[in-house]
């Protein structure tokens, strides 16, 4: 039966942290990337397939397309790190019937009206509400950019007052 080992918000996907310390740290085989863009854009998908290191099955589904999938995990044995740029594809996917019990948040690009939740962690005002509802939903958020090198873990239920919740 195939698992999800993790699932983590991270706008750059893949990249080194992801590949050198996540992977190992969860014993992944798979990661799959989540996101209508990228899932439709041959040229992102072939950067990414050249990011992944040898052994690792890289997929890339539109989120319908994650959901049809997330209901058939009994197939396969795969262990999966499960990448998404946004909150949002995590919203969209619960209203589908997926409810993961964890999401990782990893780095966030500053961006206009953003705020700073967390180390290089910034959400804009519409990433904030769809992780409290996430948070909400009873769905544990917490930041950590890197499993190694003394970063710390950081939980939603203490950096949402950054962002303004009580």
Same mark, same amino acid.
């Given at each position: 039966? #195939?698992? /999800?080992? =993790? &699932?983590? +918000?991270?706008?750059?996907?893949?990249?080194?942290?992801? $590949?050198?310390?996540?992977?190992?740290?969860? &014993?992944? !085989? #798979?990661?799959?990337? +989540?996101?209508?863009? +990228?899932?439709? &854009?041959?040229?992102?998908?072939? $950067?990414?397939?050249?990011?992944?290191?040898?052994?690792?099955?890289?997929?890339?589904?539109?989120?319908?397309?994650?959901a049809e999938r997330l209901a058939?995990? &009994?197939?396969?044995?795969?262990?999966? $790190?499960?990448?998404?740029?946004?909150?949002?594809?995590?919203?969209?996917?619960?209203? =589908?019937?997926?409810?993961?019990?964890?999401? !990782?948040?990893?780095?966030?690009?500053?961006?206009? !009206? #953003?705020?700073? +939740?967390?180390? !290089?962690?910034?959400?804009?005002?519409?990433?904030?509400?769809?992780?409290?509802?996430?948070?909400?939903?009873? /769905?544990?958020?917490?930041?950590?950019?890197?499993? =190694?090198?003394?970063?710390?873990?950081?939980?939603?239920?203490?950096?949402?007052?950054?962002?303004g919740f009580e």
């Amino acid at each position: 039966m #195939s698992e /999800i080992v =993790m &699932n983590r +918000v991270d706008d750059r996907l893949i990249h080194g942290q992801v $590949i050198s310390g996540w992977l190992g740290l969860r &014993n992944a !085989n #798979s990661i799959w990337i +989540v996101d209508d863009d +990228v899932a439709t &854009n041959p040229m992102m998908l072939d $950067i990414f397939c050249f990011a992944a290191p040898p052994g690792v099955k890289l997929k890339a589904y539109t989120v319908d397309q994650a959901a049809e999938r997330l209901a058939h995990l &009994n197939e396969g044995k795969e262990r999966i $790190i499960f990448l998404a740029k946004f909150p949002k594809t995590f919203t969209r996917l619960v209203e =589908m019937g997926y409810k993961p019990e964890d999401i !990782n948040y990893g780095a966030m690009a500053k961006k206009a !009206n #953003s705020i700073t +939740v967390g180390p !290089n962690c910034d959400l804009s005002p519409e990433e904030i509400e769809d992780t409290e509802k996430l948070y909400q939903l009873g /769905i544990r958020i917490w930041i950590q950019l890197v499993p =190694m090198g003394g970063y710390k873990v950081l939980e939603w239920e203490k950096a949402r007052k950054k962002a303004g919740f009580e």
